[in-house]
C-alpha cells in the first residue's frame, strides 16, 4: 500500500509571499491529485497529474515520477488561499479503487 | 451542475442507533467512494463500488454498509452507531481518464456519536 507522506504540516505565510507544499510517496502511481478543503467546506480537486506540470490561474502542480515527489506553488498568495491542501495518489493498478491520501498541509495567509 | 450531493451535513446520533448518510451523483459516473476523515489524519476509504450492483470493501468498512442500486445513488448505512464512527464523511465518484481519474467530492457529513 503506498504512503504518502505531506510537508509541512502546518504553513503561515504573508500575503503575497511564494508557497511551496511537497509531497513524497513509496509505490509507484498512475496519477497523483491535489485537493483544497476550505475550514468546514467541501474538498474540491485542484489538480491532476501523471507527469510534468500544469498550472491554473496563480497555482502550480509538478510532479517527478521517478523520485516519486510533487510540489503544489501558490504564487503572489492571499489569505482566501488560506486552507488545508491534500495530495492524494491512485495506484498504478487504476483510480477505481479509491485515492490514497496525506494527512494534509494546513496553511494560513495573514493579511 | 448538482456534481455529488450528500445528505444530511450534520448529524448527532446516540449510540446504537442507526442511520443512512445518502449519496447522489448526476454525472453518470461508474465510480463512487464513501471516505472518512478524522482529525489529524488522511481519508481513509471505507467502501467502493465501481457500478450498479458492484461494491467493495475498502481500508476501513467495519461498522458499515452500502448499495449501489443505481448509477446515481451510493448510501452509507450505520447499523449501531459506536463513538469510534465520530468523523466527517465524504463520498465523492470519478471517472477513468487516459491515465487517472477525475474526482468529485461532496460537502461532508459531520457525524457526532454520544
Known amino acids: 500500500k503506498n504512503e504518502v507522506e505531506q510537508s509541512p504540516q502546518n504553513l503561515t505565510a504573508q500575503e503575497g509571499e511564494f508557497i511551496t507544499i511537497n509531497c513524497s510517496y513509496s509505490?509507484?502511481?498512475?496519477?497523483l491529485h491535489w485537493l483544497q478543503q476550505h475550514p468546514g467546506g467541501g474538498i474540491v480537486s485542484l489538480f491532476m497529474?501523471?507527469?510534468g506540470k500544469k498550472k491554473h490561474g496563480r497555482l502550480i502542480a509538478t510532479i517527478n515520477i521517478q523520485e516519486k515527489h510533487s510540489s503544489l506553488h501558490i504564487t503572489a498568495s492571499h489569505p482566501r488561499d488560506s486552507a488545508v491542501y491534500i495530495c492524494?495518489?491512485?495506484?498504478?493498478?487504476?483510480?477505481?479503487?479509491?485515492?490514497?491520501f496525506g494527512k494534509g498541509t494546513h496553511l494560513i495567509i495573514q493579511p | 451542475n448538482a456534481g455529488v450531493t450528500q445528505t444530511p451535513k450534520f448529524r448527532i446520533l446516540k449510540i446504537g442507533q442507526s442511520m443512512t448518510l445518502q449519496c447522489t451523483q448526476d454525472?453518470?459516473?461508474?465510480?463512487m467512494y464513501w471516505y472518512r476523515q478524522d482529525p489529524g489524519m488522511g481519508l481513509k476509504l471505507i467502501y467502493y463500488?465501481?457500478?450498479?450492483?458492484?461494491?467493495d470493501k475498502g481500508e476501513v468498512p467495519n461498522g458499515y454498509n452500502v448499495s449501489r442500486s443505481t448509477t446515481e445513488d451510493f448510501p452509507l448505512r450505520l447499523e449501531l452507531a459506536a463513538p469510534s464512527q465520530t468523523s466527517v464523511y465524504f463520498c465523492?465518484?470519478?471517472?477513468?481518464?487516459?491515465?487517472?481519474?477525475?474526482?468529485?467530492f461532496g460537502q461532508g457529513t459531520r457525524l457526532t456519536v454520544v
Open positions: 465523492a465518484s470519478s471517472y477513468p481518464l487516459i491515465r487517472g481519474t477525475e474526482a468529485f
Open positions: 509505490v509507484g502511481i498512475s496519477a
Open positions: 497529474l501523471s507527469s
Open positions: 492524494a495518489v491512485e495506484d498504478s493498478g487504476g483510480g477505481a479503487d479509491g485515492l490514497t
Open positions: 454525472m453518470n459516473h461508474n465510480y
Open positions: 463500488s465501481v457500478g450498479a450492483g458492484i461494491t
